[in-house]
């Protein structure tokens, strides 16, 4: 059975130059029946909201100015018959050192999961952390405790919120989907669970930009297979809350590292060069179909959304929303085929035929406008005086 396909708001062009109602017209447009909320979009509707609406400027999630902005994106996504999986991302939550700092991010993460029914959805998705070392405390059992508080308020709304925590590429601490699991084990929340990314993966287990191969060793596909057939073994599908797709950009020449020492080395790539899965002819390269066959491997059965990070969604003109929206849904289609999940395909039959685009127009024409038609025709023929052989041509 074919997932329910989505894709980030993010990906469908800049918030600086694109609104978001643009962006969720081009993604039904393209056949999409679900978007996730990116964090940049979210703020820049809140202002917008406050701006048009001369409210007070929102200054966390739960309060009035968002709860009204969350009110209109909600029926946004409705009147276009799209839903919303989540809003993410929650950014630099757990483990902090300062007791001031962490209890002022558990404050607003209790108040962006408050604004998830306002927006008509149920997950909050919270990445990694990527502060200094020197600010976050190593302790997965730290980690773990913040999440499961924060899943412990999540689960007091009805129904229950989830929450789900992704390793970026280049977090601190947590960079890897295991490192990710373990957390959310230690944490031990129903409502809890774990995000896959297919660039976050590959980046940090089998990519390396800044090598002319492009990848890490010669014999990095096999531990990256082990890892997989890890995942599929260990990782309860109950407990795969989502899946994100995207692909990379192979760097030829490859990229050269950051000066600034504090820039992750894999932030750059990923902020600027990903790619939608597949896209080889555009550069593509990672090994996005296989992790795709492990997750579905794993028995996850939600759904699968994209999100791009690339430099051609700060490009202005209408048209960056709708041609991104296509490339992502070719993507997926393509994606769908090579790890061989059919498409579903309705039964022939008289109804199916029947209610086909094509045919409900000629339907629509046989049994409306015809008659219609015919009608108009027959009193023009009654009202205008014509000799016997011009009425009969003129009705014939």
């Excluded at 447009?29 to 001369?54: C, I, M």
């Excluded at 008509?120 to 405390?137: A, F, H, K, N, V």
Aim: hydrophobic share 40%; proline share 9%; charged share 20%.
């Amino acid at each position: 059975m074919q997932p329910e396909l989505g894709i980030s708001t993010l990906s469908l062009g800049s918030c600086d130059h694109h609104t978001l109602l643009s962006k969720l017209e081009a993604a039904a447009r393209a056949g999409f029946t679900a978007v996730d909320l990116f964090d940049s979009d979210w703020e820049h509707f809140k202002r917008q909201y406050a701006k048009l609406n001369n409210l007070t400027p929102s200054t966390i999630d739960g309060d009035e100015t968002s709860i009204g902005a969350a009110r209109a994106i909600n029926r946004m996504c409705a009147s276009l018959h799209l839903r919303l999986l989540c809003l993410q991302p929650f950014r630099e939550f757990e483990a902090r050192k300062d007791p001031e700092q962490a209890a002022d991010r558990m404050r607003r993460a209790c108040g962006a999961v408050s604004i998830l029914p306002v927006l008509g959805t149920t997950m909050l998705l919270i990445p990694s952390t990527t502060l200094p070392p020197s600010q976050i405390d190593s302790s997965p059992a730290r980690m773990a405790a913040d999440l499961a508080e924060l899943a412990n308020y999540a689960a007091t709304f009805s129904p229950p919120l989830k929450i789900c925590y992704e390793a970026l590429s280049w977090g601190t601490h947590v960079s890897t989907w295991k490192a990710a699991w373990e957390v959310v084990e230690l944490a031990d929340r129903p409502n809890l669970g774990l995000c896959l990314d297919s660039f976050n993966t590959a980046a940090r287990e089998w990519a390396d930009p800044y090598s002319p191969s492009g990848i890490r060793h010669p014999l990095i596909d096999g531990a990256f297979r082990r890892s997989l057939d890890d995942l599929v073994e260990h990782v309860p599908p109950g407990k795969i809350f989502y899946f994100q797709l995207a692909d990379g950009q192979r760097m030829s020449p490859p990229l050269t590292p950051p000066e600034d020492p504090t820039v992750p080395p894999l932030r750059p790539w990923s902020r600027s060069y990903r790619l939608f899965p597949l896209e080889t002819a555009r550069g593509a390269y990672l090994p996005v179909r296989e992790f795709a066959e492990a997750v579905h491997r794993a028995g996850y059965k939600g759904p699968w959304c994209l999100e791009v990070f690339n430099d051609s969604l700060n490009e202005p003109g209408a048209r960056v929303p709708d041609e991104h929206a296509h490339r992502g849904m070719e993507s997926l289609h393509q994606t769908l085929a090579a790890v061989g999940i059919k498409e579903p395909r309705l039964k022939k039959s008289f109804f199916t035929g029947l209610y086909s685009p094509a045919n409900f127009r000629k339907l629509y024409r046989l049994l409306v406008v015809f008659p219609v038609a015919s009608v108009l025709l027959l009193l023009l023929n009654s009202l205008i005086p014509l000799s016997p052989p011009s009425r009969f041509l003129f009705f014939s």
